[in-house]
């Protein structure tokens, strides 16, 4: 098993540009998450899909965040647009049995 | 919503010796707690969770200790290497299938 694969590695963008993150969960599983790290504020939970339908989004920080999840195997974040505030390492995970999360190596995310 | 709380922030250890790592929760409905592990540059790794039907559960030098009276539970590390040297995340389930995380101790082990 690949493990979760997420897309691109790294990403520097300017401010004002479209991002777009991609992530594809380990087969078989049913729940997706779209985390953010950073050092100030740690982990945070930006949405969380089952099933492919979008269960909680409340911690998406503003419109200009969006999410998407066509099917059970590719999930996208966009940005738009970027600001250099969004910097940070953008994280998606996948679970089958109830709590269990398995991370993906991460999107690198640098707004200039 | 679920808060989850870790002390200290940052753990030195001499290798050889026992890290230990504390962690409390609010939500007593909270019934599943897993440690991550992760080191620089890398992804968070699950390393042990616990369920709250049991007290105590142990992989080789790592154990996990729940206490749901208190609302707390601990990571303990015995035999200290220097590839344990990491950054540990406690987290508790929430919700529908959520995790909230603590966060993070930085555990530096000495050579």
């Known amino acids: 098993d690949a493990g979760v694969i997420q897309s691109p590695r790294h990403e520097v963008t300017e401010m004002g540009q479209e991002v777009t993150l991609r992530c594809k969960p380990i087969?078989?599983?049913?729940?997706l998450f779209w985390y953010r790290q950073t050092m100030m504020r740690g982990l945070e939970l930006l949405i969380y899909?089952?099933?492919?339908?979008?269960?909680?989004d409340s911690g998406m920080p503003e419109d200009r965040f969006s999410a998407k999840m066509p099917n059970a195997s590719f999930s996208t974040l966009k940005i738009q647009p970027s600001e250099p505030r969004d910097s940070a390492v953008y994280f998606c995970?996948?679970?089958?049995?109830?709590?269990?999360?398995?991370f993906g190596p991460g999107t690198r995310l640098t707004v200039l | 919503g679920e808060n989850v709380e870790q002390h200290p922030s940052t753990l030195s250890v001499q290798e050889g010796d026992s890290a230990v790592i504390k962690c409390t929760y609010s939500?007593?409905?909270?019934?599943?707690f897993p440690w991550y592990k992760q080191e620089l540059g890398k992804r968070p790794q699950l390393i042990i969770d616990?369920?709250?039907?049991?007290g105590e559960k142990k992989d080789q030098r790592i154990a996990v200790t729940l206490n749901k009276t208190a609302k707390h539970f601990s990571l303990h590390i015995t035999e200290t290497q220097p590839e344990d040297s990491a950054v540990y995340f406690c987290?508790?389930?929430?919700?529908?299938?959520?995790?909230?995380f603590g966060k993070g101790n930085q555990v530096v082990v000495i050579p």
């Open positions: 995970a996948s679970s089958w049995r109830r709590g269990e999360q398995f």
């Open positions: 087969s078989g599983h049913n729940s």
């Open positions: 899909f089952n099933n492919n339908v979008p269960i909680d």
């Open positions: 939500d007593s409905a909270s019934n599943y």
């Open positions: 616990i369920r709250s039907n049991v």
């Open positions: 987290a508790a389930i929430y919700g529908n299938n959520r995790l909230a």
